[in-house]
């Protein structure tokens, strides 16, 4: 990931945390980051190790009108939310 | 078809909370998420889950009646209904949504490697220590509080045939279940290895609530078995203090004699290993292994250190409450609403009548406690 891609993600590290704060948090970020997340110009990133937040924020998100996409990093998931192009 | 033996029960259960914990991590089967989730995101789908588990178990329990493989109809441990299961289950929702996880929930969980669910854990320990010591004010309350004696099931009190219950709520139930299946509510979609269905999971958790009500003589509950380790662990360091509280000392309160197999059951909260010490301990370590194999299989075991400590008081003060709660109510969730309910048990509905406003106040103390004070680390 080169620097001018670092800045255009928002990082969101909820490892460790509980139930629903995944949701929750992912939720407030989708809403407060709208403009810059539906344009493109940003992406939001959630790092998580809570299976249910794997299935229940993609399928927020995506009904929100974002495109999801779950990737296995070492022993957690990253969630990556963008606007739909 | 009780088994007698209590090695054998123990293995029973053991294998029993192993299939329970690995497929609760698979599908993710968080009664207190179920709850919560409704009330913060309108998310209905994972409480029609558990009605269809509900459903199931009660047309499996009926066949098993009605085929005579149930020894105790109702099963032993079933109470009649009081008040204070209402004030139980009205606690119990908060602690369970504060805990992040029920009395099961915070075992699949914390076999995982979740550091909040085992703080919650400790708190679950804890609290069940602290309901000892107000357990004859409670008792007394529970004795002052309680009606319709006579009558644990709806059933019972109607003096009809628990048959015609199970045709007339499995037939509305079916209607619904198909309705759902018809436009395609039943599938979760998701982009992990691993995944159960929790439709898949709600079936296979009723067989297994089956199979423990044929061999042990119960459906599933381990919560008594918190007051156990609250005991022992009191024991080890206060052994004079544990002499005096009454409710440690109850021996009884599983006390049964199996008609076919003449073994004796008996068992209660104290620090003593008996029947109830045979059938929970090996459920509840089944359940926290479980899951724990199930993360390791899919390479997902971890613990994070890196907490926001305020979640971690909330998951430790939510396990308290939740001790405290279900010995005051008494019995779990889990006993009540994949046990109880299936068999129209009043105490059971009257928990659950107290578990939804639970469930509404914790999730609206959880989400204030989240989202006003912590997030995760974010870089803009």
């Given at each position: 990931?080169?620097?001018?891609?670092?800045?255009?993600?928002?990082?969101?590290?909820?490892?460790?945390?509980?139930?629903p704060?995944c949701l929750?948090?992912a939720m407030?970020?989708l809403?407060?980051?709208?403009?810059?997340?539906?344009?493109?110009?940003?992406?939001?990133?959630i790092?998580?190790?809570n299976r249910e937040a794997t299935t229940t924020i993609p399928s927020t998100a995506n009904n929100m009108g974002y495109e999801v996409s779950v990737?296995?990093?070492?022993?957690?998931?990253?969630i990556?939310v963008?606007?739909?192009? | 078809?009780?088994?007698?033996?209590?090695?054998?029960?123990?293995?029973?259960?053991?294998?029993?909370?192993?299939?329970?914990?690995?497929?609760?991590?698979?599908?993710d089967?968080?009664?207190?998420g179920?709850?919560?989730d409704?009330?913060l995101f309108k998310s209905s789908y994972m409480?029609?889950?558990?009605?269809?588990?509900?459903?199931?178990?009660?047309?499996?329990?009926?066949?098993?009646?009605?085929?005579?493989?149930?020894?105790?109809?109702?099963?032993?441990?079933?109470?009649?209904?009081?008040?204070?299961?209402?004030?139980?289950?009205?606690?119990?929702?908060?602690?369970?949504?504060?805990?992040?996880?029920?009395?099961?929930?915070?075992?699949?969980?914390?076999?995982?490697?979740?550091?909040?669910?085992?703080?919650?854990?400790?708190?679950?320990?804890?609290?069940?220590?602290?309901?000892?010591?107000?357990?004859?004010?409670?008792?007394?309350?529970?004795?002052?509080?309680?009606?319709?004696?006579?009558?644990?099931?709806?059933?019972?009190?109607?003096?009809?045939?628990?048959?015609?219950?199970?045709?007339?709520?499995?037939?509305?139930?079916?209607?619904?279940?198909?309705?759902?299946?018809?436009?395609n509510m039943w599938q979760r979609a998701s982009q992990v290895?691993?995944y159960?269905q929790p439709?898949?999971?709600?079936?296979?958790?009723?067989?297994?609530?089956?199979?423990?009500?044929?061999?042990?003589?119960?459906?599933?509950?381990?919560?008594?078995?918190?007051?156990?380790?609250?005991?022992?662990?009191?024991?080890?360091?206060?052994?004079?203090?544990?002499?005096?509280?009454?409710?440690?000392?109850?021996?009884?309160?599983?006390?049964?004699?199996?008609?076919?197999?003449?073994?004796?059951?008996?068992?209660?909260?104290?620090?003593?290993?008996?029947?109830?010490?045979?059938?929970?301990?090996?459920?509840?370590?089944?359940?926290?292994?479980?899951?724990?194999?199930?993360?390791?299989?899919?390479?997902?075991?971890?613990?994070?250190?890196?907490?926001?400590?305020?979640?971690?008081?909330?998951?430790?003060?939510?396990?308290?409450?939740?001790?405290?709660?279900?010995?005051?109510?008494?019995?779990?969730?889990?006993?009540?609403?994949?046990?109880?309910?299936?068999?129209?048990?009043?105490?059971?509905?009257?928990?659950?009548?107290?578990?939804?406003?639970?469930?509404?106040?914790?999730?609206?103390?959880?989400?204030?406690?989240?989202?006003?004070?912590?997030?995760?680390?974010?870089?803009?």
């Open positions: 990931m080169d620097t001018s891609d670092k800045q255009k993600i928002i990082t969101l590290d909820m490892r460790g945390q509980v139930c704060a929750l948090v407030d970020a809403n407060k980051q709208k403009t810059v997340l539906k344009s493109g110009a940003k992406k939001l990133s790092l998580t190790d990737n296995k990093i070492d022993t957690y998931y990253e990556l963008e606007g739909r192009l | 078809m009780v088994i007698g033996s209590s090695l054998l029960i123990s293995i029973v259960c053991l294998i029993l909370g192993l299939a329970a914990g690995f497929i609760m991590h698979r599908s089967y968080c009664v207190a179920m709850f919560r409704a009330f409480l029609r889950v558990l009605f269809l588990q509900v459903v199931v178990t009660m047309f499996l329990f009926e066949g098993a009646r009605l085929s005579g493989l149930l020894a105790f109809y109702p099963f032993p441990m079933l109470g009649f209904p009081s008040l204070a299961n209402l004030i139980g289950g009205f606690l119990f929702g908060i602690g369970m949504v504060m805990a992040g996880g029920c009395v099961v929930g915070t075992l699949y969980k914390m076999g995982a490697g979740s550091l909040a669910s085992g703080l919650a854990f400790v708190g679950l320990v804890v609290g069940s220590g602290i309901y000892a010591e107000f357990h004859p004010w409670w008792a007394s309350f529970i004795k002052a509080t309680t009606f319709l004696k006579g009558s644990r099931t709806l059933p019972q009190l109607t003096n009809t045939s628990p048959t015609i219950y199970v045709a007339v709520i499995g037939a509305i139930s079916i209607f619904f279940i198909m309705k759902w299946h018809n436009e290895r691993g159960l439709w898949k999971a709600a079936i296979s958790l009723a067989v297994i609530g089956l199979v423990s009500y044929i061999m042990v003589g119960m459906p599933l509950g381990i919560t008594t078995a918190y007051s156990k380790m609250a005991a022992m662990i009191e024991n080890f360091f206060i052994p004079d203090h544990v002499k005096q509280v009454a409710y440690f000392q109850v021996t009884k309160a599983l006390d049964i004699v199996h008609p076919t197999s003449g073994a004796l059951m008996q068992g209660g909260p104290g620090a003593h290993f008996d029947t109830i010490w045979a059938i929970q301990f090996p459920l509840i370590s089944g359940i926290v292994l479980g899951s724990m194999v199930s993360a390791i299989l899919l390479r997902e075991f971890a613990v994070h250190f890196k907490v926001p400590p305020v979640q971690l008081i909330t998951a430790f003060t939510g396990g308290v409450i939740l001790g405290m709660a279900s010995r005051m109510a008494p019995a779990c969730n889990v006993w009540h609403i994949m046990g109880g309910l299936p068999l129209f048990a009043m105490h059971s509905l009257i928990f659950i009548v107290g578990l939804v406003p639970g469930a509404y106040v914790g999730s609206r103390i959880v989400s204030r406690i989240i989202l006003g004070k912590s997030s995760g680390s974010e870089e803009y």
